[in-house]
Nanobody
Framework: QVQLVESGGGLVQAGGSLRLSCAAS????????MGWFRQAPGKERDFVAA????????YYADSVKGRFTISRDNAKNTMYLQMNSLKPEDTAVYYC?????????????????WGQGTQVTVSS
């Protein structure tokens, strides 16, 4: 069992930056592939980025490529999402997720553990 807690969300103006954190506890964090997803009101939960346990493979959604950076510190059991050049369309609840299998996947259904989410609001 893995417990995930997101933090770092908030209100920011367009063009600004935020850094989200996902703290993990429970079973060995370093063995999981981790991902970030987001869900805007009335919309489905969308893939944002994912990183394998070693950090050797990283994948981004096209909508955030070049603006967001995913990283992890296995010694601190923490994953991060650095978000730069934020746009109003980035407004959503952001969730971190853990996947037992190593391969990167963009479908939320294949992730095994989820955090409670953190709100990111980007004003125009």
């Amino acid at each position: 069992q893995v417990q995930l807690v997101e933090s770092g969300g908030g209100l920011v103006q367009a063009g600004g930056s935020l850094r989200l954190s996902c703290a993990a506890s429970g079973r060995t964090f370093s063995s999981y592939t981790m991902g970030w997803f987001r869900q805007a009101p009335g919309k489905e939960r969308d893939f944002v980025a994912a990183i394998t346990w070693s950090g050797g493979v990283i994948y981004y959604a096209d909508s955030v490529k070049g603006r967001f950076t995913i990283s992890r510190d296995n010694a601190k059991n923490t994953m991060y999402l650095q978000m730069n050049s934020l746009k109003p369309e980035d407004t959503a609840v952001y969730y971190c997720a853990a996947r037992i299998l190593e391969s990167i996947r963009t479908m939320s259904e294949v992730y095994d553990y989820w955090g409670q989410g953190t709100q990111v609001t980007v004003s125009s």
